[in-house]
């Protein structure tokens, strides 16, 4: 995520602020009062909402605009280019989250293009100050690695002050040997009510007793309800018994007569069904008797009009075989023309085949032979290629003699110049010489020099100008003197004190000058004595005029032996092109042999065949594969004709060859077939017509067979469901059944006057029984009813005296006194496990976060702690009992608290910058940066600085400052002067 424009509506001291343009590394500078910490809480409201008005940070609201708020544009991986707006509105404020699509959201969608960060986290990873690096400086020693681990970890030590809170309240409630905690408290005092509570039931046995009796007594009188309840409905139910006893009295005498006939089973309807299927029996078999006298008459007609089988099952093939009769012919006409045009192919193929010498066997092989469009094209480049390297061997050959030539004449020079040049120990003396004459001229300079200064010198001395100026000076001096004396005369010390300074002032200028002529003095001698020096040397080097211009012709001959060697070389190179080139010829001479044998293969052309003749050649084969391809195509045309014919000859033939007689000529023998097929067409139809009202008949016997057959099986079905012997019998059985039916309908009448089961339970066999067991029941019923009156007077009487004991209050306030401290024990308990729980929950965090995401942080701060302190410190370690460990470059390791402040802080830099490493994948946010390296030398200031533009190219910084000389290490495009885009703001405004 990279934060593309800010605009401000309203927000602190920033009215209508726009940057238009946020890079990767964006420096914010401003001095105190600036806006940079509104700026960085306008960033986190954007994102977060506004802080309401419970929370401690400010909320920044205009004082003298009335818009409050402003939008972010972001660049996104997952939804490319968003918007997010927030203004003036609920707590937080309204929120509207719009896409480069248009699509529009609020919170909800906000939420998930943020990941579920929230501002405390954000804060916690992303956006740190120098107050977070500067408390690493605060800490004990044994903090300084639980404040790392955490910033490692988390972002911050949140989560463990959160785990040392929940200790902190953990023990606040219980300790397992405390007395002040809350719970121990709470404990003490149930022991001391419950030993109350056991002495006040000891001194209240009494009431114990009378609870147990009322107890007892509810009992009592609860099962004695119970069977007076039981014995009452047991009279009811015998007085119902009492009176259905007719009615089962009845019930009896009918089961007896049931069981008498015992189990009866008859179809329903039987016996009308029976004389009903009778009566259609007797008609369907006078009918089926008149059906088959008809068929016998009809069949034996048939007999005699039966047609030729034979004929009739070839029926389909003879009127083929009559049909296709012209066609034949016509056959016979194309298979001569064909022979004919076959017979003049292969005379065109043999004279083709000996222009390019193909015998038959190659001319077999034609059609493996590829003549595509591509086998055309290879032939034309190969043959353009072998002319074209014809042509290129002589003009190579040319000019590698030209080229050879010129390489001769170059050496030629090159020998006659090295006759010219001399020994190279000769060259050496000549070079030494010539420094030396190199230095006469140097000398001649330096001479001209020292004359001209000497002329200077002698005219300043010689000049008489001198003299006026010491006349001068004395005439000044006299002056000076005489208004001096005027001054003191008339009293006027200033201007004696203006005197004074004047005559001091010109006596100094004189003994000046004075020094100065002395100098110049000395200077001329010593420049006399230079100026004799250098022209003794000047008078020994004039004779070497004669070497300069022999060593000078040598440098020049050996500058063109050079330039010739170095033309020799370009030379020989060019000979070796040549010779290169003519080497490539070679090769591509054999190349083109190869693809031309080739060629020559595929076609089938003989090896020693011309090569400008291969165009030809494949034009032959081309008009001789096409040859070929007509003549194959006629052959199988004539071969299909033939085919066609000889089948239906054989036809023909089948069915016109007879066992007694030999095949007949073709003619005759199809007029034969015509007219045996004419008569057998005849018969068929009379055949025909009477089979199909033969076939009706059958059709109407087995229809009137079956009608029989099933008649008879239903009647025979109806005795079997009877289980009668005969039809007799059968009718004997609907009388019984009919009477069982009677008697059945009646029992169910009387089942529903009564419920019969009632007298199976009660197992009474007579009337005087029921009376007797009726009133034994009401006497129950009255015994226990003066029972329970008694026991009603007795429980009475017990009440009372346990209310009697109860208002005395001394056990009632002791016991309600108890159960009010166990309830409260027991809700400070409840809230204990709560709190417990969240610190073991938190513990699981905390220890997961350090397996999974720790170590990847520590492999990144390594890296960055190796950059800040420039390969001074090298590897963080984390021991067993979770404190770290740094290991400077000489193997040398630290604690924490034995770092300098400086490079505690930068340990912290790089572990909080690793994090946001780790981090950025899952959580792509912005770095914000307000001023945390300002406690840092120039150095090490140097090197976080160097370490924000590396983590830039992955992840967007935002840092805010105040100190000017830092600015000076960004590019001017990064820099944000608040001051100055305020002021400008204003002025548009």
């Keep these: 995520m990279k934060m593309k424009e800010i605009y401000i509506y309203g927000y602190g001291k920033l009215i209508d602020f726009h940057f238009p343009s946020v890079t990767s590394l964006q420096v914010i500078y401003g001095e105190n009062e600036a806006g940079k910490s509104t700026l960085m809480s306008f960033i986190h409201s954007i994102l977060f909402g506004f802080p309401t008005k419970q929370q401690s940070e400010l909320r920044y609201e205009p004082k003298s605009s009335g818009k409050y708020g402003g939008k972010l544009v972001l660049e996104t991986k997952d939804y490319g280019e968003v918007t997010i707006e927030r203004i003036r509105g609920k707590a937080v404020g309204d929120v509207t989250v719009t896409f480069a699509n248009g699509t529009v959201g609020s919170d909800e969608l906000l939420s998930q293009i943020l990941n579920g960060m929230d501002r405390r986290m954000y804060q916690s990873i992303y956006s740190f100050n120098i107050h977070g690096i500067q408390d690493v400086g605060r800490m004990k020693g044994e903090d300084i690695s639980r404040y790392l681990l955490a910033a490692g970890t988390f972002g911050t030590d949140t989560l463990m002050n959160s785990e040392q809170q929940l200790q902190k309240e953990l023990d606040s409630l219980f300790k397992p040997n405390g007395r002040k905690p809350e719970l121990n408290q709470l404990l003490d005092q149930l022991k001391e009510k ?145 022979t004919f045009e076959i017979e003049k192919m292969d005379e065109q193929m043999k004279r083709l085949a000996r222009d390019i010498h193909f015998t038959e066997m190659d001319i077999d092989q034609i059609g493996s032979i590829d003549l595509g469009i591509g086998m055309k094209e290879r032939i034309k480049k190969a043959t353009k290629d072998y002319f074209a390297l014809g042509t290129r061997e002589k003009e190579l050959s040319k000019q590698a003699e030209a080229e050879e030539k010129a390489l001769g004449d170059i050496e030629w020079k090159m020998e006659s110049l090295e006759n010219r040049l001399i020994p190279e120990d000769e060259f050496r003396r000549l070079f030494e010489e010539q420094k030396k004459h190199n230095r006469l001229e140097q000398l001649q300079i330096e001479y001209q020099h020292v004359k001209e200064q000497i002329h200077m010198l002698k005219m300043a001395k010689g000049n008489n100008q001198s003299f006026v100026r010491g006349i001068r000076l004395i005439g000044f001096i006299i002056l000076l003197v005489c208004l001096m004396v005027y001054s003191f005369v008339s009293k006027q010390s200033f201007l004696a004190i203006i005197s004074l300074i004047g005559i001091v002032f010109l006596l100094v200028s004189s003994w000046l000058e004075k020094g100065k002529r002395k100098s110049s003095s000395s200077e001329l001698s010593k420049l006399v004595e230079r100026e004799k020096d250098l022209l003794e040397q000047l008078d020994e080097r004039e004779n070497n005029l004669e070497q300069s211009e022999k060593y000078a012709e040598q440098i020049e001959l050996r500058q063109e032996w050079k330039d010739l060697l170095l033309q020799l070389e370009m030379q020989q190179n ?305 021991q067993e009992d979770g404190n770290f460990v740094v290991e400077r470059n000489d193997r040398m390791i630290f604690a924490p608290e034995e770092l300098s402040q400086a490079t505690a802080e930068q340990l912290y830099v790089a572990i909080r910058f690793a994090l946001v490493d780790v981090l950025k994948d899952d959580y792509p946010f912005p770095i914000i940066i307000d001023d945390s390296f300002v406690n840092f030398d120039q150095k090490r200031t140097n090197k976080v600085i160097e370490l924000l533009k590396e983590i830039s190219r992955t992840t967007q910084v935002l840092f805010f400052t105040c100190h000017q000389h830092l600015l000076q290490e960004f590019s001017h495009e990064t820099i944000i002067d608040l001051k100055a885009s305020l002021q400008k703001v204003e002025t548009i405004g």
């Design 194 to 338: 419950d030993g109350e509570l056991k002495k006040g039931k000891k001194q209240n046995e009494s009431y114990t007793l009378l609870k147990q009796q009322a107890w007892q007594m509810q009992q009592e009188i609860k099962q004695l309800q119970d069977q007076i309840h039981t014995y009452q409905q047991n009279i009811q139910t015998l007085n119902q018994l009492i009176q259905d006893w007719p009615l089962y009295q009845e019930r009896e005498q009918i089961n007896q007569r049931l069981q008498e006939i015992g189990e009866v089973t008859f179809p329903i309807d039987g016996l009308s069904r029976l004389e009903h299927l009778e009566d259609q029996l007797r008609s369907v078999t006078s009918y089926l008797t008149t059906i088959q006298e008809r068929k016998t008459m009809l069949e034996n007609q048939l007999e005699a009009v039966i047609p030729d089988s034979r004929l009739m099952e070839n029926e389909t093939a003879i009127q083929m075989i009559l049909e296709q009769w012209p066609q034949a012919q016509e056959w016979q006409e194309q298979m001569q023309r064909l």
């Design 574 to 878: 060019r000979v070796e092109s040549v010779h290169l080139a003519l080497e490539h010829w070679k090769l591509d001479c054999k190349e083109n042999e190869e693809i031309l044998n080739n060629i020559k293969k595929e076609l089938l052309l003989q090896h020693h065949f011309a090569t400008d003749q291969l165009p030809d050649a494949y034009d032959i084969l081309m008009e001789l594969s096409k040859v070929i391809q007509n003549k194959y195509q006629k052959r199988k045309n004539f071969d299909i004709l033939k085919a066609k014919y000889e089948e239906w000859e054989r036809k023909v033939e089948a069915l016109t060859k007879t066992e007694k007689e030999h095949s007949l000529p073709i003619n005759e023998a199809i007029i034969r077939l015509k007219n045996d097929w004419n008569k057998a067409k005849e018969s068929q139809g009379k055949y025909k017509e009477g089979s199909v009202k033969l076939e009706e008949l059958k059709n109407d016997e087995r229809k009137w067979s079956n009608e029989k057959t099933a008649l008879n099986s239903a009647i025979e079905e109806l005795l079997r469901d009877a289980h009668a012997k005969d039809k007799e019998d059968f009718r004997k059985k609907a009388k019984v059944y009919t009477e069982y039916q009677e008697l059945q309908s009646n029992l169910a009448i009387l089942e529903k006057k009564f419920n019969p089961n009632t007298f199976a339970d009660a197992e009474i066999g007579s009337l005087d029984e029921l009376e007797k067991e009726k009133q034994k029941f009401a006497d129950l019923v009255q015994t226990n009813s003066k029972k329970l009156d008694s026991l009603h007077k007795e429980f009475a009487q017990v009440n009372y005296e346990i209310t009697v004991l109860e208002e005395g209050g001394t056990y009632t306030e002791k016991l309600h006194e108890f159960y009010q401290l166990r309830d409260q024990f027991n809700s400070k308990a409840r809230h204990w496990a709560k709190v417990a729980i969240a610190k073991q929950l938190l513990k699981l965090t905390m220890d997961r976060l350090k397996k999974e995401r720790f170590p990847k942080v520590m492999e990144k701060a390594e890296v960055f702690i190796r950059l800040l302190t420039n390969e001074q410190y090298i590897h963080i370690h984390l």
